[in-house]
């Protein structure tokens, strides 16, 4: 098993990161949820594409107070109702000041890697037992590449 694992400060708002988490499913949402908060993470939650997109929004109006800041990375789903990550990808890609925030796929679809890495996610995970540990090793992973750019 993995030593326990703490978030890297982000350098460039030295702060903890923050994550949006976007997935349908109840269980899976709030138990992501809970364990990125119980290792420190920032974790905002949403339960479509839909429901995400507003928040992004709502974080982009300088009038809304600095804890909604946009998040540092993006963990989605992609079957989703009312707007699904396929979507969701598009619009972020189409969005100057959102194209930039990392996004992670985690998704039981079965899809090509290839094809999800095309419609602009930077990584992903196919939703299974193992689902846990690589999501922390890839956010360790983003964190290092931050520190370096």
């Known amino acids: 098993m993995a030593p326990p694992l703490r978030p890297v400060l982000n350098t460039r708002l030295e702060q903890v990161p923050a994550i949006l988490l976007v997935d349908d499913d109840t269980t899976i949402r709030s138990t992501l949820a809970r364990l990125l908060r119980g290792h420190g993470y920032r974790a ?14 709502g974080s982009l109006d300088h009038a ?21 990550g396929w979507a969701v990808l598009a619009e972020l890609r189409r969005n100057d000041r959102l194209c930039s925030i990392p996004v992670v796929v985690l998704s039981a679809e079965p899809v090509n890697e290839r094809t999800v890495l095309d419609a602009g996610a930077r990584a992903f995970i196919r939703k299974d037992a193992d689902v846990v540990d690589e999501l ?3 956010l360790g992973a983003l964190d290092e590449l931050d520190e370096r750019q």
């Open 64 to 84: 809304r107070p600095a804890g909604d800041a946009l998040p540092d990375v993006i963990l989605l789903d992609l079957q989703m109702p009312e707007m699904n």
């Open 44 to 57: 905002s939650v949403a339960s479509n594409g839909a429901e995400a997109m507003r928040l992004l929004s």
């Open 136 to 138: 922390f090793d890839l």
